[in-house]
Nanobody, 120 residues
């Protein structure tokens, strides 16, 4: 199974920036889509940003123009640059990957989550 390890969360003031990283390790033949989701207590996990292996991206309307997702396929790592942060961005952010360990079946895995807190 592939492990996804996130880093980069923390506490920041409104208007500040953070950069999240998520590195995939384990038996990996190919990683298709990678993405970032977030969740606050009592709410469903929601998509923040998504990127395909070819670099096509998709963002939640609430983060468009402020967040940028990117990936380094050679390092099996996805990043989320978060600028102009708002208190409503406060959440646990989870990395997500759609991968194939041997080039046959595809699987989905999640990271353990990293807390992002934006103070007003």
């Amino acid at each position: 199974q592939v492990q996804l390890v996130e880093s980069g969360g923390g506490l920041v003031q409104a208007g500040g920036s953070l950069r999240l990283s998520c590195a995939a390790s384990g038996i990996i033949f190919s990683i298709n889509a990678m993405g970032w989701y977030r969740q606050t207590p009592g709410k469903q996990r929601e998509l923040v940003a998504h990127i395909t292996s070819g670099g096509s991206t998709n963002y939640a309307d609430s983060v468009k123009g402020r967040f940028t997702i990117s990936r380094d396929n050679a390092k099996n790592t996805v990043y989320l640059q978060m600028n102009s942060l708002k208190p409503e961005d406060t959440a646990v952010y989870y990395c997500h990957a759609n991968y194939s360990p041997y080039g046959r079946s595809w699987y989905v895995n999640w990271g353990q989550g990293t807390q992002v807190t934006v103070s007003s």
